[in-house]
């Protein structure tokens, strides 16, 4: 059952079930890096440090997505299903999931989701950031960097920032 409510995450995330939202010829971003972290494509192996920074900051994770995730019951191993998925759906170019690490990438600090938009935008972009790294100031770093870099490497016209407040290109 657990399977079948991450698929629908997935689903509602991607914004759409099968179909790209980009370009064939499109090359995806592999993402930037900053004094304060590093962005690339999430793997299978960021799991369990993934893991370590989602039950750190349930509430904040909530809060930051609108949505009721993780569940209360969210195990290690759902966090693996999730990733495999996740990685599947990246490949496919379905929609786009990125970690945010530590320079050494010894800590995850948080997640951006690059997802089609619904009912106008290109793309809805969803980020979190670890209760640590939040407390530390990393949000206010971590959302002006995404959006420059969606602004200057990715080819949306509208670009909507979930619990965050307009749309912006």
């Not at 099968?18 to 993402?31: A, H, M, N, R, V």
């Not at 930037?32 to 972290?37: C, D, G, L, P, V």
């Not at 980020?127 to 602004?151: F, H, K, T």
Request: with cysteine; hydrophobic share 40%; glycine share 6%.
């Amino acid at each position: 059952m657990k399977k079948l409510v991450f698929a629908l995450i997935l689903f509602l995330f991607a914004g759409c079930g099968s179909s790209q939202f980009l370009p064939d010829d499109f090359e995806i971003p592999t993402g930037f890096e900053t004094a304060h972290f590093r962005l690339r494509p999430i793997t299978v192996a960021d799991a369990e440090k993934d893991y370590e920074a989602i039950m750190e900051s349930v509430g904040l994770i909530r809060s930051s997505l609108q949505y009721d995730w993780p569940p209360d019951d969210f195990s290690l191993e759902d966090n693996r299903y999730n990733m495999e998925s996740t990685v599947e759906a990246f490949r496919q170019r379905k929609n786009f999931t990125f970690v945010v690490v530590s320079l050494d990438e010894s800590t995850v600090l948080g997640n951006v989701y690059i997802n089609r938009g619904l009912d106008g935008p290109d793309a809805a972009i969803y980020m979190w950031v670890s209760q640590s790294s939040y407390n530390m100031g990393l949000a206010s770093i971590l959302e002006p960097a995404v959006r420059d870099w969606i602004n200057t490497e990715w080819p949306f016209e509208t670009v909507v920032y979930r619990g965050r407040t307009g749309y912006s290109r």
